[in-house]
């Protein structure tokens, strides 16, 4: 009788980035769902989200996108992206949120 053993060592993670995008000219949840709708057709990316009182989209992807494109894609809109930084993103678990790790 084998039994399987969930090992942490062992599991593969994917290595994503979350990509931070400075937005002018939102001023309501239909700006922020109009800049995520584009976002989501034209990038290929994991996770979009907007807040018109930061003034900030941030995206999840997994692929590193260029600035371009994602100037592209948001400035299609009508709107001005105004800084883009970068940073590395680690999918946590429910219980890696609870414990800590």
Not at 59 to 88: C, K, N, Q, W
Not at 92 to 98: C, H, M, N, S, T
């Amino acid at each position: 009788m084998d039994l399987l053993c969930w090992n942490e060592t062992e599991r593969k993670t994917e290595i994503m980035t979350q990509i931070t995008v400075g937005v002018d000219g939102m001023q309501c949840g239909m700006c922020e769902a109009h800049i995520n709708d584009a976002c989501r057709r034209d990038l290929p990316l994991k996770k979009v989200t907007s807040s018109h009182t930061r003034g900030e989209t941030v995206i999840i992807a997994g692929d590193d996108l260029t600035d371009e494109a994602i100037r592209a894609a948001i400035g299609g809109t009508g709107y001005t992206v105004v800084s883009v930084t970068r940073a590395p993103y680690e999918k946590r678990g429910f219980f890696a949120r609870l414990f800590g790790k």
